[in-house]
């Protein structure tokens, strides 16, 4: 059975994470201990189904470090769900690198460094055109 995940916010302030299994919905303050209790929240981010090398979920706007070839100089991206495909955008270039593809990952959490979050990077989103609540 699948397992989606989602980051919860009210604004900038991360409130807790939910994990949907089936039908059944479990939330978390800390992403450790795990209840059926809802979190109020404005916004959620999605799992893109990847963890980065310190074992960091990785959600729909996290900006990461990455190498967008291998053996070339490491950038800096977004994660991002474009039309139903996540993608990191990277933020020197504007290019959208998919992160899967045919069903597998093509970065593997030794590929990713965690840096920030794209909502506290507010100039960065509006110069891209996307979101904010």
Do not use: C
């Not at 303050?29 to 979190?39: L, R, T, Y």
């Not at 310190?54 to 039309?83: C, K, Q």
């Amino acid at each position: 059975m699948q397992e989606l995940r989602y980051r919860l916010r009210q604004g900038e302030h991360i409130v807790g994470y939910l994990r949907v299994v089936g039908s059944t919905h479990f939330y978390s303050k800390d992403s450790f201990w795990w209840n059926g209790e809802p979190i109020p929240h404005a916004a959620q981010d999605a799992w893109t189904g990847l963890k980065d090398r310190n074992n960091t979920h990785l959600y729909s706007g996290d900006i990461v470090e990455f190498e967008p070839i291998p053996g070339e100089d490491l950038d800096m991206g977004a994660m991002l769900l474009r039309n139903g495909i996540w993608v990191l955008k990277s933020v020197t270039t504007d290019t959208e690198y998919p992160i899967h593809a045919l069903g597998l990952s093509l970065y593997q959490g030794k590929d990713l460094n965690w840096l920030s979050y794209l909502f506290l990077n507010t100039e960065l989103a509006e110069s891209w055109g996307i979101w904010e609540d």
